[in-house]
C-alpha cells in the first residue's frame, strides 16, 4: 500500500510516499529556516506563505521521486494537529483538495504520533514500547500500546525541552536553532562549569519544567554582563544542555522502572541530540532495555513519518472528509476532527 504523507505543521514544507508504512519511496521537504533565523524563531506568518508557496512543487517533486502518479497512491495522509494553524492550514487544505479530486481516502495525522512513526522508518521497531517525544513544542513520556493507542504518563507543565534550548541558545547570542548550535558547541565546553537544579514538579513525579531553567541562563548571561565580565559560552552551552538532558532521562528511567518497561523509543527534533543519544543509549544498556533511536534525517519534523504513521491511522480506519479542520492544540490520545 502506497501511502503519500503531506507536513505542515512549522517551518518544514514537507511530502513523501511510503510503502505499508515502512519502505521510504521519497521523501521531499523544503524549509523556510534561513527566513526564520533573522528573527531568532519561527515567524508564523513567514511561514505561512511560504507553505502556500511551495507545497505544490513539493508534493509533484514526491510523487515524481518515488516513480509514481496520484493514480497509484492508496490514501493521502496529512498533519492535521498541533502546530501553528495557518502553517497547517495550507497542509490540510492542499491534502483535502487533492484527496477529493483524485477520489482517494483522506487521513488526518497527529504529528506527535507522526514523530513516533519516525522509528518505523529506521527499525523493525513495534509498539508496544515507551516513548519520549521531545520536539519544540512538546515533551512527553507516553506509553505506546499499538499504532494507534497512547497513554500519556509524562509531560511539561510549560515549555518544551527544544523549546528551552532555543531560548537558551538565543539569550548565548547562537544561531536559531538553538538546540543544534547548543549540540554542537557543548562538544567544546566543560558541562561541569555551571550548576543547574533538576526541577520537580509538585505531585507529578513524571512531568518536566524546564521555563525555570531557562531563566537561570538568562538571570546568568545578564549578571555577567553587568559585571562586564566574558561568559565561555561553550562551557554554558554545556553545563544547560547536560541539565535538560539529565532532566530527560532521569524521568524516562523513573517512568520506565515503575511501569516495567524494557522497550524504550526516543522521538522529535531533540533525538537528534548527540548527548540525549548517548545517554539514553547508556541508560539502556545499564538497564538491559532495547533502545530505538529515530535515523537523523527523520529526527526533524518531515512527511516519511506522517505517511508511516497514515498508513496505520488508515488500516484503524481513521478517515476525514472535506469538512476536516487544522487544530493549534491537540492531545496525543484523544484525537478529535
Ligand atoms: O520536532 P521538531 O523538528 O519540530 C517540532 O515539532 O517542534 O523539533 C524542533 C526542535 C527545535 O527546538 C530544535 O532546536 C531541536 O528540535 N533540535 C535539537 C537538535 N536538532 C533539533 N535540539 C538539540 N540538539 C539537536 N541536535
Ligand atoms: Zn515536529
Not at 207 to 233: C, M, P, W, Y
Not at 235 to 240: E, G, K, T
Not at 299 to 305: H, S
Request: aromatic share 6%; hydrophobic share 40%; glycine share 8%.
Amino acid at each position: 500500500m502506497l501511502i503519500l504523507g503531506i507536513e505542515s505543521s512549522c517551518d518544514e514544507t514537507a511530502a513523501a510516499v511510503v510503502e505499508n508504512g515502512r519502505i521510504v519511496k521519497s521523501n521531499c521537504i523544503a524549509t523556510s529556516l534561513d527566513e526564520h533565523k533573522l528573527y531568532g524563531g519561527v515567524v508564523p506568518e513567514i511561514a505561512s506563505r511560504r507553505h502556500a508557496e511551495s507545497i505544490s512543487g513539493v508534493v509533484k517533486a514526491a510523487l515524481e521521486q518515488a516513480e509514481c502518479t496520484i493514480k497509484d497512491i492508496d490514501a493521502v495522509a496529512v498533519t492535521f494537529a498541533p502546530g501553528l494553524i495557518g502553517a497547517l492550514l495550507v497542509g490540510v487544505n492542499f491534502a483535502k483538495g487533492l484527496a477529493a479530486s483524485a477520489k482517494k481516502p483522506l487521513v488526518p495525522v497527529h504529528h506527535l504520533r507522526s514523530h513516533i512513526a519516525s522509528n518505523y522508518l529506521t527499525s523493525d521497531v513495534e509498539p508496544p514500547f515507551l516513548c519520549l517525544i521531545a520536539s519544540g513544542g512538546h515533551s512527553h513520556i507516553v506509553a505506546v500500546n499499538s499504532y494507534t493507542d497512547y497513554k500519556i504518563i509524562g509531560k511539561t507543565r510549560d515549555d518544551a525541552a527544544g523549546e528551552a534550548l532555543d531560548k537558551a541558545g538565543r539569550t548565548m547570542g547562537l544561531a536559531y536553532p538553538g538546540g543544534i548550535s547548543i549540540d554542537k558547541l557543548s562538544v567544546q565546553g566543560n558541562a561541569d562549569a555551571y550548576a543547574f537544579p533538576h526541577p520537580r514538579v509538585d505531585g507529578a513525579p513524571y512531568d518536566f519544567s524546564f521555563s525555570g531553567l531557562k531563566t537561570s541562563v538568562i538571570n546568568i548571561v545578564h549578571n555577567a554582563k553587568q559585571k562586564r565580565e566574558e561568559i565561555n559560552t561553550a562551557d554554558l552551552a554545556a553545563s544547560f544542555q547536560k541539565n535538560v538532558v539529565g532532566c530527560l532521562i532521569s524521568n524516562l528511567e523513573k517512568v520506565s522502572e515503575k511501569f516495567g518497561h524494557n522497550k524504550i523509543v526516543l522521538a522529535g527534533g531533540v533525538s537528534a541530540n548527540s548527548l540525549l543519544r548517548s545517554e539514553s543509549e547508556r541508560l539502556c544498556r545499564r538497564h538491559g532495555w532495547e533502545l530505538y533511536l529515530p535515523q537523523l534525517q527523520y529526527c526533524g519534523d518531515n512527511a516519511a513519518m506522517v505517511a508511516s504513521q497514515g498508513y496505520y491511522e488508515y488500516l484503524a480506519g481513521t478517515r476525514a472528509g472535506t469538512a476536516l479542520n487544522a487544530y493549534a492544540t491537540m492531545p496525543i490520545d484523544i484525537v478529535n476532527f
